[in-house]
C-alpha cells in the first residue's frame, strides 16, 4: 500500500463516521495484543516520535502497562494533537515517561525484554537523522525483541530498525519484505467498506501542491480538441482545467467554434482551426499544440461526423504513439473500442457511450457494473470512469464507486467540466486512475455546492464557479 493511500483511508473513514481517534485507539491495542500473544515480557520500553506513529506507540504502552512495566521515550515532543491527547492519559496512568537522553535510554533498553519502535511512519524519506540514527543503531544491538508500529523507522535505508515483528495496519505498506520488517502482522483498525470502496475527501490526499518556485507552465499545460457543431463544451473543459489548478488550457476548435471558445474566457488560448469540423488534415495543426501540452482532451463538443472520427481515430494513435496522457470524452470514445492503451489514459463515457466503447450495457446492478467497468479498462489498459446515478472508476486492477453529486448534474456541460478536471490532473503528473478518483469526487463536490444555491436552475458553469473552493477545502 503506498502512503498516500494510507492518508486516504483515514480520511475517507472519518467521513463515514469513524474517527482518528478511533483508529489509532485499535492500531495501539493491535501492537500490545500482538506483544502479548509472542512474548512474555516482564519490561517493555516503548519510543515515540511526534507524529501518529508516535501515537500508536502511546496507545500500545498503555495497553501494555496492564500486564508489565513500561517505560515512554519520547524522541521528540508529540505535535501531533492525538498524539498529545494519548501521552495526557499515559501519564495519568503513571507510566513513566522520559525524554530522549541517551545515558538513560541505553539504560533501560537493557533491562527491557521488548523494545516497541513507534518512531517515524509511512510517509517519511531519506537517511535517518540523528538522534534516531543512534537509536535505531542502539536498538538492534540490543537483545530485546523488536517490535515496529505499521512500518520499520528507516525503512529502505542503510540505517534503519530491523525488527522482528511489524504490525502493519489494514495492509502491508510498499517497500515492506521479511528482511526489513520481520514477521508482518496485518492489523484490522475498523477501517468501514465504504471508506475503501467508496471515492471521498481522501482521495483528494493525491492532489499535488504547487512549487513555490514553480514558473508559468510548471504546473500543466492542457490542450483540448473538440468543438464544431457544439461550441461550448470544450471551453468549459479547458476552463475546468484551469480552475483545477493547470497553469494554461489551449482549445484547438474548428473556425465554427472558435469565436465562442475565444469569448468565453480570455484564460483560455483557442487555436482556430479552418473549416467547420476536425477533420484529418488537422492534424499537421494540431501536433505541435501537442508538443506544448502535458495532457490532451479530445472528444467535448465533436459531434459524429465520419471525418471528424476518422480525425479523432487519427489523434489517439498519435497520443498513444507518443504515451501522452490523455482524457476521451463523448464522440472520441468509440474510438478507443478497439486501441490498447499504456496506462496513461482516462475514458469518461456514460451509459450509452460504454456501448460504444466496448458492445455491452452496462447493467443497473452496481456490483455487476463494476466488474464490467474493471474488465473493459483492464482489456484496454487504461482507466475507465463510468458516469451515472454511481460513477464506477476503474485501471483494471482496482474499482472505486463515487456517490458525491445530485440529480441536478444531469445538466448539460458538467461531463466536459469532468473532462477538464481529469486532465488538469493527469497534466500535474498524477496517475490516471488517482486523477480520475480525485475528478469524481471534485466535479461532484462542486456541484453539490452549485446545487444548493441554485437548486435545479444550476448550470455546468455553475459547477465550474464551485472547483477552486472545493479544492480548497479538501486539498492539501
Not at 253 to 271: E, L, T
Not at 348 to 361: I, K, N, R, S
Not at 392 to 421: P, Q
Amino acid at each position: 500500500m503506498h502512503p498516500l493511500e494510507v492518508r486516504v483511508l483515514d480520511a475517507n473513514a472519518s467521513h463515514h463516521g469513524v474517527l482518528q481517534e478511533t483508529l489509532m485507539e485499535n492500531a495501539g491495542r493491535g501492537v500490545a495484543t500482538t506483544i502479548w500473544e509472542r512474548y512474555t515480557a516482564r519490561r517493555c520500553c516503548v519510543l515515540c516520535g511526534p507524529g501518529n506513529n508516535g501515537g500508536d506507540g502511546l496507545v500500545a504502552a498503555r495497553y501494555l502497562s496492564e500486564h508489565c512495566e513500561v517505560d515512554v521515550f519520547l524522541v521528540k515532543r508529540p505535535s501531533s494533537r492525538l498524539a498529545q491527547r494519548n501521552l495526557r492519559r499515559v501519564k495519568q496512568l503513571g507510566v513513566p515517561v522520559h525524554y530522549y537522553q541517551e545515558e538513560t535510554f541505553t539504560e533501560i533498553l537493557e533491562q527491557s525484554d521488548v523494545a516497541v519502535d513507534a518512531m517515524l511512519g509511512i510517509g517519511i524519506t531519506g537517511a535517518l537523522r540523528p538522534p534516531y540514527d543512534r537509536i535505531a543503531a542502539a536498538i538492534n544491538k540490543s537483545d530485546a525483541a523488536v517490535v515496529s508500529v505499521d512500518v520499520p523507522t528507516g525503512i529502505g535505508q542503510d540505517v534503519a530498525v530491523h525488527p522482528d515483528v511489524t504490525v502493519t495496519f489494514h495492509a502491508a505498506k510498499d517497500g515492506m519484505t521479511s528482511d526489513n520488517s520481520g514477521t508482518i502482522v496485518v492489523h484490522d483498525i475498523g477501517i468501514p467498506d465504504e471508506a475503501i470502496r467508496q471515492v471521498g475527501p481522501g482521495d483528494m490526499a493525491w492532489y499535488p501542491s504547487h512549487g513555490k518556485q514553480s514558473h508559468k507552465g510548471d504546473n500543466g499545460t492542457v490542450l483540448v480538441v473538440g468543438g464544431g457543431p457544439y461550441t461550448g463544451a470544450p471551453a468549459l473543459a479547458a476552463l475546468a482545467a484551469l480552475r483545477t489548478g493547470a497553469d494554461l488550457a489551449m482549445a484547438a476548435v474548428p473556425g465554427r467554434a472558435w469565436q465562442a471558445v475565444a469569448s468565453f474566457s480570455p484564460d483560455i488560448i483557442a487555436r482556430r482551426l479552418d473549416g467547420d469540423m476536425l477533420q484529418p488534415r488537422h492534424l499537421d495543426d494540431i501536433e505541435p499544440l501537442l508538443e506544448r501540452a502535458d495532457s490532451l482532451v479530445v472528444g467535448p463538443g465533436l459531434g459524429d461526423a465520419s471525418q471528424t472520427l476518422q480525425a479523432a481515430d487519427a489523434l489517439l494513435d498519435l497520443c498513444l504513439e507518443q504515451n501522452m496522457p490523455a482524457v476521451v470524452d463523448a464522440d472520441a470514445i468509440g474510438a478507443m473500442a478497439d486501441k490498447t492503451a499504456t496506462g496513461h489514459l482516462i475514458v469518461t463515457p456514460h451509459a450509452g457511450e460504454f456501448m460504444d466503447l466496448t458492445g455491452t450495457t452496462p447493467s443497473d446492478d452496481v456490483e455487476e457494473r463494476s466488474r464490467m467497468v474493471k474488465a473493459a479498462a483492464s482489456a484496454r489498459h487504461c482507466t475507465i470512469l463510468l458516469k451515472g446515478w454511481t460513477d464506477v472508476i476503474s485501471d483494471g486492477n482496482t474499482v472505486k464507486t463515487n456517490h458525491v453529486g445530485n440529480e441536478g448534474m444531469t445538466v448539460g456541460g458538467t461531463g466536459d467540466v469532468l473532462s477538464g478536471i481529469a486532465a488538469a490532473l493527469l497534466a500535474m503528473d498524477v496517475p490516471a486512475y488517482n486523477a480520475a478518483r480525485m475528478a469524481a469526487f471534485l466535479n461532484g463536490s462542486a456541484g453539490n455546492a452549485a446545487f444548493e444555491q441554485k437548486s435545479y436552475g444550476m448550470t455546468a458553469t455553475d459547477v465550474l464557479a464551485r472547483l477552486p473552493e472545493v479544492i480548497a477545502e479538501y486539498g492539501p
